[in-house]
T-cell receptor, first 114, second 110 residues
Framework: DMKVTQMPRYLIKRMGENVLLECGQDMSHETMYWYRQDPGLGLQLIYI???????SEGDIPKGYRVSRKKREHFSLILDSAKTNQTSVYFC?????????????FGKGTRLTVV | GQGVEQPDNLMSVEGTFARVNCTYS??????LSWYQQREGHAPVFLSY????GLKDSGHFSTFLSRSNGYSYLLLTELQIKDSASYLC???????????FGTGTTVSVSP
């Protein structure tokens, strides 16, 4: 069906709480990503995963960690959420990291930290 | 350094055209992609270019000049539903992930 599914779609958390964002894909893609999108800043890469337990920091990894124990699942964890982590988070996947490779995005999770 | 720059907004009229510009800098060029993102939705792949010149894909066409670090997305026969943000992206230095511009919001009026 070629989908990237994110849960939940909307989330409100208090500062200091832990946050778990889940992502799944049904395309057997090796590579998965977590981006956040903020007005005026565009999409910024948080983490990239090349396969199970093969994760690498992106441009803004501070305050985040990830987990990939199965190829089809990639989780983003915020330990002790901060208000500046309020954002829209997009999970994405691609077959590889080649130049021509299309990246498929989930519908996003809108996280508000109060 | 690496970066992708796009103008913030562009307004046009139904039935005409819109050209979305993108300038980029990257240490090793590995192609440039365009994505469309409607308000409240995920980005969706439109086009990939790696060779200089114009690539005609019907409603969307793309142009690339590698020597100038410049690309544009040309939308012709504009429809109201083409109103969206258009994101330009290049691969990062390690060729790992896409570096996105902030997007150009195209507004098509009747």
């Amino acid at each position: 069906d070629m989908k990237v599914t994110q849960m939940p779609r909307y989330l409100i958390k208090r500062m200091g709480e832990n946050v778990l964002l889940e992502c799944g894909q049904d395309m057997s893609h090796e590579t998965m990503y977590w981006y956040r999108q903020d007005p005026g800043l565009g999409l910024q890469l948080i983490y990239i995963s090349y396969d199970v337990d093969s994760n690498s920091e992106g441009d803004i990894p501070k305050g985040y960690r990830v987990s990939r124990k199965k190829r089809e699942h990639f989780s983003l964890i915020l330990d002790s959420a901060k208000t500046n982590q309020t954002s829209v988070y997009f999970c994405a996947s691609s077959l590889s990291t080649g130049g021509r490779t299309e990246v498929f995005f989930g519908k996003g999770t809108r996280l508000t930290v109060v | 350094g690496q970066g992708v720059e796009q103008p913030d907004n562009l307004m046009s009229v139904e039935g005409t055209f819109a050209r979305v510009n993108c300038t980029y800098s990257t240490s090793g060029f590995n192609g440039l992609s365009w994505y469309q993102q409607r308000e409240g939705h995920a980005p969706v792949f439109l086009s990939y270019v790696v060779l200089d010149g114009l690539k005609d894909s019907g409603h969307f066409s793309t142009f690339l000049s590698r020597s100038n670090g410049y690309s544009y997305l040309l939308l012709t026969e504009l429809q109201i539903k083409d109103s969206a943000s258009y994101l330009c992206a290049v691969r990062d230095q390690g060729g790992r992930a896409l570096i996105f511009g902030t997007g150009t919001t195209v507004s098509v009026s009747p």
